[in-house]
């Protein structure tokens, strides 16, 4: 497996570490959005949602939490956070071990999403929200 998160989860590689535990491991993104941008990381290999322990995801999310409290009220200047999953390609992953984006955010920082969002009739939403339960059974 060629991981880029499991070479430094296993310390192959460098980071800069903000968080780690015996199960997560936080560290910053080298290509961030926004100052203080980093990734909340399981330490153990999970490629996507299909295939993440569902522990671990709720410990991922509890880490960003944690970390997203503690940027707000310290000393970095930061009006709000982004927390961020992207799941599959055509989602936006390019690294294939899941990790949640925790972006600082600030007013006019140009970071956010695009697309305009559309508002269907509740026939074609409740019709959706049955295919989608239906899925769950």
């Given amino acids: 497996m060629n991981c880029i998160f499991c070479s430094i989860i296993a310390g192959e590689a460098e980071a800069s570490v903000v968080y780690d535990d015996a199960n997560v491991l936080a560290f910053m993104d080298i290509r961030p959005f926004t100052s203080g941008h980093l990734l909340v990381v399981p330490k153990r290999h999970a490629s996507g949602l299909s ?4 522990d671990d995801g709720a410990r991922i999310f509890a880490v960003a939490q944690k970390i997203a409290a503690a940027m ?3 000393p970095l200047p930061i009006d709000g956070v982004n927390l961020h999953l992207s799941d599959g390609a055509v ?12 972006i600082p955010r600030n ?3 140009g970071f956010g999403l695009r697309a305009l969002p559309r508002t269907p009739n509740r026939a074609i939403l409740d019709s959706t929200a049955a295919v989608i339960r239906g899925a769950l059974n």
């Fill in 91 to 102: 989602a936006g992953q390019e690294v294939f071990h899941v990790h949640l984006h925790v």
């Fill in 72 to 74: 707000r009220t310290g």
């Fill in 107 to 109: 007013r006019g920082d």
């Fill in 51 to 54: 295939t993440l322990d569902p």
